[in-house]
């Protein structure tokens, strides 16, 4: 089955970095586009950033420049690479996969906590 293992959040400084990353099984990694979203205390869930299975990249407006998604098909890895943080990115990140067949079904993990104090 579809697994997303997220790792590599925790309490930073503003101005700080972190670097998430996802381990991804259960689907043939290389054949989809993967994402990271986040969700902040009251708010909905945020498109962060997305990677191709190519590797050509989108970012929300709000992180562009300071953020970097990259993917590594050979390990089945997903990384998020945030820097210059700021008090308004803590949220959960999530790691995201659409997978289609018959229909498409979007598959999430758990989540990692991002917290910037300031």
């Known amino acids: 089955q579809v697994q997303l293992v997220e790792s590599g959040g925790g309490l930073v400084q503003s101005g700080g970095s972190l670097r998430l990353s996802c381990a991804a099984s259960?689907?043939?990694?290389?054949?989809?586009?993967m994402s990271w979203h986040r969700q902040a205390p009251g708010k909905g869930r945020e498109l962060v950033a997305i990677?191709?299975?190519?590797?050509?990249?989108e970012y929300a407006d709000s992180v562009k420049g300071r953020f970097a998604i990259s993917r590594d098909n050979a390990k089945d890895t997903v990384a998020l690479q945030m820097n210059s943080l700021k008090p308004e990115d803590t949220a959960v990140y999530y790691c995201?996969?659409?997978?289609?067949?018959?229909?498409?079904?979007?598959?999430w993990g758990q989540g990692t906590q991002v917290t910037v104090a300031s």
């Open positions: 995201v996969v659409n997978i289609s067949t018959m229909w498409t079904i979007s598959y």
């Open positions: 259960g689907f043939t990694f290389s054949d989809y586009a």
């Open positions: 990677v191709s299975r190519d590797g050509i990249t």
